[in-house]
């Protein structure tokens, strides 16, 4: 088992990605620079948070385009397990492997706290060691994160099963309180909220673990 | 080849909340503004583009405005490609 992690220039949460995985629960990391295209050996990917290629234009817009992703978007074709975090979940959208887009806050604020979500696992892979219904604290820290997809998207989504995680008190306005979706499918999972930060009990809390430990399975 | 000058207006779909627009309509009445009754912020891209024709400008501009310039989950685009190409400028 090894878990890729994508670096792009702007990339800020990708050591704390590999410390989550392999310093807190032993799960061997690679890192993959944004112009390989070299996925052999991988049994997941990770797209981490931060500001990749500065985010200019609009949050993960440029990423998309990058040669590393056009095998990621194969990658999870194939069933292969993706993992996008904030920044990531913004890429996944962009790519179209993920429905909607993370638009700026409501109230404009950068968010920094820890938040309530209510799970609901379904056949999303990465979360199988949470229960339904379960409520668990991960750390948001995001300017754009508000989730926007027109009201019969969200309640396709919702019949699906796709919105495996909600805010309980909702801080940046997203439609139907979304803080995380999976695809059809469930091998790809997109969230704001930062399971990587709550891996290392110096850090505050475990909740995030258990997400990471799905693929030790 | 034709250099051809276009302008790509990105502007948020109607139903997507644009808080930084509600943001500055504030703004405009403390300025002293008064009777602004919408604010909407978007993007002015300007391009030079080398193409073959103005067909082929317009087609080139087009793909570039609906995939990367925009996103049509939240966003509109319109594109004001300019009459006269001013060859080799």
């Not at chain 1, 890729?4 to 990339?11: K, T």
């Not at chain 1, 704390?16 to 310093?23: L, N, Q």
Request: charged letters at 20%; proline letters at 6%.
């Amino acid at each position: 088992m090894t878990l890729g992690v994508v670096v792009f220039p702007g990339s800020n949460c990708d050591r704390d990605v590999r410390w989550a995985a392999e310093g807190c629960l032993g799960i061997p990391t690679r890192f993959l620079w944004h112009e390989e295209r070299d996925l052999s050996g991988l049994e997941a990917v990770v797209i981490p948070g931060g500001f990749s290629y500065g985010d200019y234009l609009r949050c993960g817009a440029i990423a998309r385009f990058a040669p590393l992703l056009q095998e990621v978007a194969a990658f999870a074709e194939r069933g292969g397990r993706v993992l996008g975090i904030c920044n990531g979940f913004q890429v996944l959208t962009e790519m179209g492997l993920l429905p909607g887009a993370l638009t700026r806050n409501q109230k404009l604020h950068f968010l920094c706290e820890p938040t309530a979500l209510a799970v609901q696992p379904g056949r999303c892979s990465w979360l199988q060691g949470y229960s339904a219904g379960e409520v668990v604290t991960f750390p948001i820290a995001h300017g754009e994160g508000r989730y926007q997809v027109e009201p019969d998207q969200l309640r396709a989504l919702e019949d699906n099963g796709q919105v495996v995680l909600r805010y309980r008190r909702n801080p940046n306005g997203s439609v139907g309180d979304v803080a995380g979706l999976t695809n059809a499918a469930g091998n790809v999972l997109g969230l704001m909220p930062h399971p990587e930060r709550a891996c290392d009990p110096a850090t505050g809390g475990v909740d995030g673990r258990r997400l990471l430990a799905s693929l030790l399975g | 080849m034709p250099l051809f000058s276009a302008r790509v207006l990105v502007s948020l779909r109607p139903s997507v909340l644009d808080p930084a627009g509600e943001a500055t309509r504030a703004a405009a009445a403390r300025l002293g503004v008064d009777g602004v009754s919408r604010l909407r912020i978007g993007k002015a891209v300007e391009v030079e583009l080398e193409a073959a024709d103005a067909d082929a400008a317009r087609q080139q501009l087009e793909l570039l405005s609906d995939r990367l310039l925009a996103n049509p989950v939240i966003e509109n685009w319109t594109l004001e490609l300019k009459d006269g190409a001013s060859a080799g400028a």
